[in-house]
């Protein structure tokens, strides 16, 4: 089994930035790809970014420069920084790892940004 924890959620002002944190624990040989996803309130959960072990990093169209996902291979972390934070990325954030072909998801954490 394999867990996911994030952490770095909040409240922040537009403009503002913040950081989230990911861990992955557990029995893990292997990590494919992570990344972030989010949903807001009454939307589908959609791709924020991602990371796969090789370095490739892929962005949503939304991000536009904003976003810059990091991962650490060695810790099976991956973060990601958000800067110049709009009220449209409010949202729930879920972490999500593809280990060994198989899909896990962290708990999410709450962004909410302020106008």
């Known amino acids: 089994q394999v867990q996911l924890v994030e952490s770095g959620g909040g409240l922040v002002q537009a403009g503002g930035s913040l950081r989230l944190s990911c861990a992955a624990s557990?029995?893990?040989?292997?990590?494919?790809?992570m990344g972030w996803y989010r949903q807001a309130p009454g939307k589908q959960r959609e791709l924020v970014a991602t990371?796969?072990?090789?370095?490739?990093?892929n962005y949503a169209d939304f991000v536009q420069g904003r976003f810059t996902i990091s991962r650490e291979n060695a810790k099976n972390t991956v973060d990601l920084l958000m800067n110049s934070l709009k009220p449209e990325d409010t949202a729930v954030y879920y972490c999500?790892?593809?280990?060994?072909?198989?899909?896990?998801w962290g708990q999410g954490t709450q962004v909410t940004v302020s106008s």
């Open positions: 557990g029995t893990i040989f292997s990590i494919n790809a």
């Open positions: 999500r790892a593809r280990v060994s072909g198989a899909i896990y």
């Open positions: 990371s796969t072990s090789a370095g490739s990093t």
